[in-house]
């Protein structure tokens, strides 16, 4: 994991959990340093490892690892990266907050835009940021895999969305299920899972995005892995679709208020 406490550590563990392993017993987790790991497999130090991209296809290609899954296999549209401050400088320096969640939400809606991946791809490869072929940058970005050192392909739809489905917005639900999760692994008591709610903000996301064309939702939070089907939602303009958002056992996460 590039991390004990991440999203990767949390997909992991719910579906390791769902297939009946101990993770305490039955596997050794350790951190890695992503651009690393596929050095790590290669010299034999760890068996598999889940990771955001670029750093698993850079294995593949590298270090002979293959792709076993994606992670919207275990999660559909799981939530990863966030724009987080503290919230003493949240609240002394709004302006500055409100551009730079408008900043985020643009550039995501560029991303979105077909043909932009090309020249993500380009400029993200260059030494002055990850220093990897364009190649391989492009490929991730557009969900088009190559699994295996032997070549092998396979299209992962919505491998990673950066605006669509209301890809920015901070669900609280979300918020939710990943202190419950952490509650379980660290022993907390359940009630952990309010404060952590408290961390995403809705709210500031809505001041920031009121003067522009942004349609947000109309909830702050939902049922998570409920949808099964893209699925329209109540909002200011009637233009949201969520996506689906289903969890690969078929369970649900009902937050409770």
Known sequence: MPFP???????????????????????????????????????????????GEPWGSRAVDQNGAALLLPGSAIWNFAPEKVLSVRQEWAETEKSLLFRLIRAVWRAGRWLAQEGSALLAAEMLSRPAYLNLSSEVLERVLSGQLVISAGGDERRADRFVEFHNGSATFPWRSQAKWIADRLARRSGKPPEAAHSAASVFR??????????????????????????????????AEGRVILYRDSFFDGRIFEPQE
């Open 5 to 51: 406490f991440s999203m990767h550590r949390e997909l992991v563990s719910y579906w390791l959990d769902a297939l009946g392993w101990d993770l305490s017993r039955d596997l050794d987790i350790r951190t890695v340093p992503p651009p690393l790991m596929g050095d790590a497999i290669a010299a034999g130090e760890i068996d598999a490892f889940c990771v």
């Open 202 to 235: 809705p709210d500031l996301y809505r001041q920031a995005m009121h003067e522009t064309e942004a349609d947000l939702p109309g909830a702050s939070g939902k049922v998570e892995g409920a949808l099964r089907d893209d699925t329209a939602v109540a909002s």
